[in-house]
């Protein structure tokens, strides 16, 4: 269970470019719970995820995941509990290592680091099972270098890095926004189908309505750094994306009018 | 005829000197090849190996033991470094910079307040001399160090198919994508920074024998010999070296041809003094080749270059 509570950020305090990030963020994921994450640029989408891997610390507030008090665990400790997908696909994985010298770091996280091989046999015959289940034929390319594989492929690659070691917490953050229409698709199928497989809690963040609606069990709506819309279950499968719209619209509109 | 003469009497010299600095900039790779990091440190710690080397023997240490001692002071300065980049937010270039500066002070105090110490193979047990350069025997210093090369070669390829070698590749290859695996990159940084630097200073202990004194200037535009290494090597051999081993074996070939071309320019009649410059000019261009090449080359539409990019 992941729980933010009261939790504030603002770039940039006391100077001309202040922003006010995260404005007072409440918000509960139970276990199992896959929620989209929508709302405009500058609604706090992306920072509730940086804060929760802890990319930057909050200002104040609390963090709890499982019952662990998150806030002041370094972004390299938190990592044991979280798989992450980036947006850029450049950021995920690493260009010049090849594909299964990024799934041997990925099955070490959380793990001590010391000086056993970096890769095992046993281990390439799970990387290849696991590959194979993407259906990209990345199987037979397991030692190629990543930086010849194409956006969509090292998605997907990235996704089964963050989940070879199965996550507490699923943090996807746009991670189809770079890819095409058809990639994409088969990148959030992928994502489906991990998720479900593996039961994971999962945020993904997304500006694609149709897919915020279409995944997932639970859909919230950010503006100016906290929810103000939070649908879930029977109410959630009904929702179309007009509705989200009208929400969208009465929602900015309640905040341009506030202030 | 002269000259011909000149250069094979000349070439061992080259070749050893080669093999030593070889070692160095194997030490260079790893930070700028590995960790993506423009170390400066090592000018400092190339004096500083042969100092503490040279310096203990004459205290009555093994050689053995005053090599290790070599190595262990380069691993400090290494950490020295890699603190004030990771821990006091200082960028790497100035970090090593300010290092290095701080080295050439230490490095006198070791020296015992002079600028050089010789140290006489007839007294101590050296492991390489210039002397036996052109000898046939295990004491020829060429084959000496190929023994190191060959022997550090086969440890670092060891080490970074580790886990813990796997993150420190890692951390230079992609740090967000490392710490968001678990990777402590700060860690790793300092950990790549003190093997380079230990390395360095190994290469200094032997360079210092060899040349039979230690000096505090000995390590004045290492990086510079390093990263010509390095580069010289990737541009001839990389296309023939994919292996992170013969990778290494490339940069130590790479001084090598470093040192034979110097010596040809030597025995061409240039002046010693315009060395260093010579050096800065190869570097800038074996740098300027690979961008200009993927700038202009590839427009033209040449297929195996597209390929191989």
Redesign the interface.
């Known amino acids: 269970m992941l729980k933010l509570k009261d939790v504030y950020k603002t770039f940039n305090r006391g100077t001309v470019n202040e922003k006010k990030a995260i404005d007072g963020l409440n918000l509960t994921l139970e276990d199992g719970d896959f929620v989209t994450v929508i709302g405009g640029n500058g609604a706090g989408k992306s920072t509730t995820l940086n804060l929760i891997a802890g990319v930057f610390p909050v200002d104040s507030g609390k963090i709890v995941l499982n019952g662990l008090t998150l806030n002041n665990l370094p972004e390299h400790k938190r990592a044991r509990f979280l798989g992450r997908v980036f947006q850029d696909p450049m950021r995920g994985t690493a260009a010049t290592m090849g594909i299964e010298e990024n799934l041997a770091l990925a099955y070490r996280r959380g793990k001590m680091r010391g000086l056993s091989y970096g890769i095992t046999n046993e281990e390439r015959k799970i990387y290849r099972e696991r590959l194979a289940t993407l259906g990209l034929g990345l199987e037979d390319r397991m030692t190629s270098k990543v930086g010849l594989l194409s956006g969509g492929q090292r998605q997907a690659l990235t996704l089964l890095m963050a989940t070879l070691q199965k996550p507490d917490l699923l943090l996807l953050d746009e991670h189809t926004a770079a890819l095409d229409p058809k990639t994409a698709d088969k990148v959030l199928q992928l994502t489906e189908e991990i998720v479900a497989r593996d039961k994971l809690t999962t945020l993904m963040v997304t500006h694609n309505m149709k897919n915020a609606i279409q995944y997932g069990n639970r859909l919230i709506m950010m503006d100016a750094g906290k929810v103000v819309v939070d649908i879930r279950g029977e109410e959630k499968k009904n929702l179309t994306v007009r509705d989200l719209l009208e929400k969208f619209n009465i929602e900015n509109d309640r905040m341009l009018l506030s202030e | 005829m002269d000259f011909v003469s000149n250069l094979l009497n000349a070439l061992p010299g080259a070749v050893a000197q080669g093999l030593i600095w070889g070692l160095m900039a194997i030490g260079v790779y790893i930070t700028y090849k590995v960790l993506d990091l423009a170390d400066l440190t090592v000018d400092g710690t190339m004096s500083m190996g042969g100092a503490v080397c040279v310096m203990l023997m004459m205290n009555g240490a093994n050689v053995w033991v005053a090599m290790l001692c070599a190595f262990i002071a380069g691993m400090l300065a290494g950490a020295v470094t890699g603190i004030l980049h990771t821990g006091m937010g200082i960028p790497a270039i100035l970090a090593g910079i300010l290092t290095q500066l701080a080295l050439y002070s230490i490095n006198l105090r070791i020296l015992g307040n002079k600028a050089n110490q010789g140290i006489n193979p007839d007294k101590y047990d050296l492991l390489v001399s210039l002397r036996n350069v052109k000898e046939v025997s295990i004491a020829n210093p060429i084959l000496v160090a190929a023994i190191f090369t060959v022997v550090l070669i086969a440890l670092l390829y060891w080490?970074f198919?580790?886990?813990?070698?796997?993150?420190i590749?890692?951390t230079g290859?992609?740090p967000?994508?490392?710490?968001?695996?678990?990777?402590?990159?700060n860690f790793n940084k300092i950990l790549g920074l003190m093997l380079s630097n230990g390395l360095v200073a190994l290469a200094s202990a032997l360079y210092a024998q060899y040349q039979g004194f230690a000096d505090v200037n000995a390590g004045r535009g290492a990086i510079v010999i390093g990263l010509a290494a390095v580069i010289i090597g990737e541009v001839v051999f990389s296309r023939i070296f994919r292996n992170f081993a013969l990778k290494l074996l490339a940069v130590a070939l790479g001084a090598i041809i470093y040192y034979l071309v110097i010596q040809i320019v030597l025995t061409l009649g240039m002046n010693s003094n315009d060395l260093k410059m010579l050096s800065a000019i190869v570097v800038a261009v074996f740098l300027a080749v690979p961008y200009w090449k993927g700038k202009y080359w590839n427009k033209s539409g040449k297929k195996g270059e597209a390929k191989n990019a």
């Open positions: 080490f198919g580790t886990s813990l070698g796997c993150g590749r890692a290859a992609n967000d994508m490392s710490r968001a695996q678990g990777i402590n990159v």
